[in-house]
T-cell receptor, first 107, second 115 residues
Framework: QQPVQSPQAVILREGEDAVINCSSSKALYSVHWYRQKHGEAPVFLMILLKGGEQKGHDKISASFNEKKQQSSLYLTASQLSYSGTYFCGTEEGDMRFGAGTRLTVKP | NAGVTQTPKFQVLKTGQSMTLQCAQDMNHEYMSWYRQDPGMGLRLIHYSVGAGITDQGEVPNGYNVSRSTTEDFPLRLLSAAPSQTSVYFC??????????????FGSGTQLSVL
């Protein structure tokens, strides 16, 4: 079953912040986050393995609330290079992805 | 290392034709999978394999066949192409399936059009 992402799309100005949410109707053991630039393959950002775990990658970080069966991706002080579609993925033997959140950062 | 290699990059088929999308990885990954990506639908899992000789269905397996005779290769077969199979196809692999801490490596994708 696919996780549910929100919002579907967001437009930012450089320097603004954004939050992308990912939730599941099933218990989550881990959450993966990937970013896909237009016309390219998805690229791994981070994995969160434990409830409450938070990770960071430059100014992109994520949290994982196992109890609420959800994860959030935080993009701080966004840069033009952050533009793309962000996918969360949940794994139970196979990997299922949400429908994606299209992020556009404008100058 | 080449990583995950997909061929062809582009393909146009007529309805009813058959073809095989190739996927190969040189990282000794146990887990391999195929996704299709359609606008607004994200990445949907077609089939996956947790090791040579083992395959299983994903979310949208109908119209597709797979086999895994070697660790390196995981071809996707369309036996009788339909316009609904027009999509971008991605192959992905990771060190081991069933493990929650292994990231996926994606191929560059195959853009398939069925007329």
């Amino acid at each position: 079953q696919q996780p549910v992402q929100s919002p579907q799309a967001v437009i930012l100005r450089e320097g603004e912040d954004a939050v992308i949410n990912c939730s599941s109707s099933k218990a989550l053991y881990s959450v993966h986050w990937y970013r896909q630039k237009h016309g390219e393959a998805p690229v791994f950002l981070m994995i969160l393995l434990k409830g409450g775990e938070q990770k960071g990658h430059d100014k992109i970080s994520a949290s994982f609330n196992e109890k609420k069966q959800q994860s959030s991706l935080y993009l701080t002080a966004s840069q033009l290079s952050y533009s793309g579609t962000y996918f969360c993925g949940t794994e139970e033997g196979d990997m299922r992805f949400g429908a994606g959140t299209r992020l556009t950062v404008k100058p | 290392n080449a990583g995950v290699t997909q061929t062809p990059k582009f393909q146009v088929l007529k309805t009813g034709q058959s073809m095989t999308l190739q996927c190969a990885q040189d990282m000794n990954h146990e887990y391999m999978s195929w996704y299709r990506q359609d606008p607004g639908m994200g990445l949907r899992l077609i089939h996956y394999s947790v090791g040579a000789g083992i395959t299983d269905q994903g979310e949208v397996p109908n119209g597709y066949n797979v086999s895994r005779s070697t660790t390196e290769d995981f071809p996707l077969r369309l036996l009788s192409a339909a316009p609904s199979q027009t999509s971008v196809y991605f192959c992905a692999s990771s060190y081991s399936g069933g493990s929650t801490n292994e990231k996926l490596f994606f191929g560059s994708g195959t853009q398939l059009s069925v007329l």
